[in-house]
């Protein structure tokens, strides 16, 4: 221990010296010397620890129910797994190397606790669902289509982005919804007003945020069971004759990819950072405080795709 305490003693004073040559050093170069910029506060963005920041990507529906149909009878969930795949592999590439694709089997309903256990046992920081969008069958039109008959509506282009007041962080997942919505907004897409309208029924939503266009959704379950800030994209209308064939392009896929990265970028930024012992069990916001405040899950074993 003694030599110890010596060492340290010894470390100190070479360390001074090391500082007074490096003051010298920088005053002799008329800068601020280095050790006193690498003192200085981080920037916001170097708040943001993306290697420990873990993003579930979570592709809505399952195979085997597989949701909305398309214009061309295109199944909505291989449009969930080939948009959310590529949300996934943009995250890794920017340093979000957590990230999780999360692909559930099964019947729908049971299938939508699955997701919320799963999300919740991993210690997530951010789930995301990924979806495209249809119309109530009202609205519904025949057309045909390389000889078969489909269904379309060429009305409410655009996507848009649902929060429930029931997750454990309502407030984080109303920030991230508005950051993805603003984002979205400056790759040039539109998100779709119609869920304000009477017309929907009890389809429809209330606007939170009428410049990112975010809906409260309260009743969601990947929204109201996960208890980390949790949001639901609709990324676009593939109903829509023209909306579908440009949601399959990759010109679009990459503008909503480019996206949601600087959302997830600037949402992470703007958490607080954690210590490592606290990533397993960190409380919701104090401020979400809309239902009473559950304890994260204890262990954290990753999800497995
Ligand atoms: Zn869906």
Not at 169 to 190: C, P
């Amino acid at each position: 221990m003694r030599s110890k305490t010596g060492f340290n003693a010894c470390l100190r004073r070479a360390g001074t010296a090391s500082l007074l040559l490096l003051s010298l050093l920088a005053w002799q170069r008329g800068s601020q010397p280095a050790w006193a910029q690498a003192t200085t506060p981080p920037a916001q963005g170097a708040a943001c620890d993306r290697g420990a920041f873990r993003v579930i990507v979570d592709v809505g529906h399952t195979a085997e129910a597989p949701g909305a149909r398309s214009a061309r009878g295109a199944l909505e969930y291989d449009f969930n797994l080939r948009l959310a795949t590529l949300i996934e592999h943009k995250l890794v590439a920017a340093g979000f190397e957590k990230t999780v694709l999360l692909v559930t089997g099964g019947a729908k309903r049971k299938s939508l606790f699955d997701r919320a256990a799963r999300a919740n046992r991993s210690s997530a920081d951010l789930f995301l669902s990924i979806h495209h969008d249809s119309v109530p069958d009202s609205f519904l039109e025949k057309w045909e289509f390389e000889g078969e008959e489909h269904t379309f509506s060429d009305r409410f282009p655009g996507h848009s982005i649902f929060v429930s007041y029931d997750n454990a962080d309502f407030a984080g997942s109303l920030e991230f919804g508005r950051l993805l919505g603003l984002a979205l907004k400056a790759h040039g897409l539109r998100y779709t007003p119609h869920y304000t309208e009477r017309f929907m029924g009890h389809r429809q939503r209330q606007l939170l945020d009428a410049d990112a266009g975010v809906y409260r959704y309260d009743q969601l379950i990947v929204l109201k069971n996960t208890r980390m800030p949790a949001v639901l994209l609709e990324a676009g209308s593939i109903i829509n004759r023209d909306e579908e064939l440009q949601l399959g392009s990759s010109e679009r896929q990459s503008l909503i990819v480019a996206a949601v990265t600087d959302a997830v970028e600037s949402f992470c930024a703007s958490r607080h950072p954690r210590a490592p012992h606290q990533a397993a069990r960190r409380p919701a916001a104090a401020t979400a405080a809309k239902t009473a405040l559950r304890p994260a899950a204890a262990t954290a074993s990753p999800v497995k795709r």
